[in-house]
C-alpha cells in the first residue's frame, strides 16, 4: 500500500508504551511548513460554544482543521499538535469521546502530540486549545 502522505513517517518504537491517539515520533521531510495558531471553541461572532469539555474539543479541533484546510492541507498533514486544557482529569475522563470525535473529524493519521494542563486560556470560557504544525507536500 503506497503512504498518503509520502513526507510525512510516523514512527512508533516497539520499546515505547504503545500509543493511543498519537503518534511518538513524526519526520517530516521536504515540503511546507503550515504554523497553526492555538484554536478555541469560537464560533464566527467570536463566542465561546459548547458547555462540555467534547463539545469545545470538537469546535476547536473544527476551526483548526478549517484553518488547515484554507492552505491546502488535509488532517492527514498535520505533524504535531499540542492540547492545552483547564482540567486534565475531565481531559482524561473524556478521552474515549475525544478519540471519537478525532477520528470522526480527522481520520486515524496521528500527529505527535501533548496534553498540557494551564491555569486558564485567553477566552476565560475556553476549557481547551489546540495549535499544531503541519507539513504540506
Do not use: C, K
Request: aromatic share 6%; proline share 8%; no cysteine.
Amino acid at each position: 500500500m503506497t503512504d498518503p502522505h509520502p513526507s510525512l513517517v510516523r514512527t512508533n518504537p516497539p520499546e515505547l508504551s504503545p500509543p493511543t491517539g498519537f503518534s511518538h515520533a513524526v519526520t517530516a521531510t521536504g515540503g511546507r511548513l503550515v504554523f497553526l495558531a492555538g484554536q478555541t471553541a469560537l464560533d464566527g461572532a467570536g463566542a465561546v460554544v459548547g458547555a462540555t469539555l467534547p463539545a469545545q474539543f470538537r469546535r476547536a479541533l473544527a476551526n483548526l482543521l478549517t484553518a488547515l484546510t484554507a492552505v491546502g492541507g488535509t488532517p492527514a498533514d498535520l505533524a504535531r499538535l499540542t492540547v492545552h486544557t483547564t482540567d486534565v482529569a475531565a481531559y482524561r475522563a473524556s478521552a474515549p469521546e475525544l478519540g471519537r470525535i478525532w477520528r470522526e473529524l480527522a481520520g486515524r493519521d496521528y500527529p505527535a502530540m501533548a496534553v498540557i494542563g494551564v491555569v486558564r486560556l485567553w477566552d476565560e470560557a475556553a476549557m481547551v486549545e489546540l495549535d499544531g504544525i503541519a507539513v504540506l507536500p
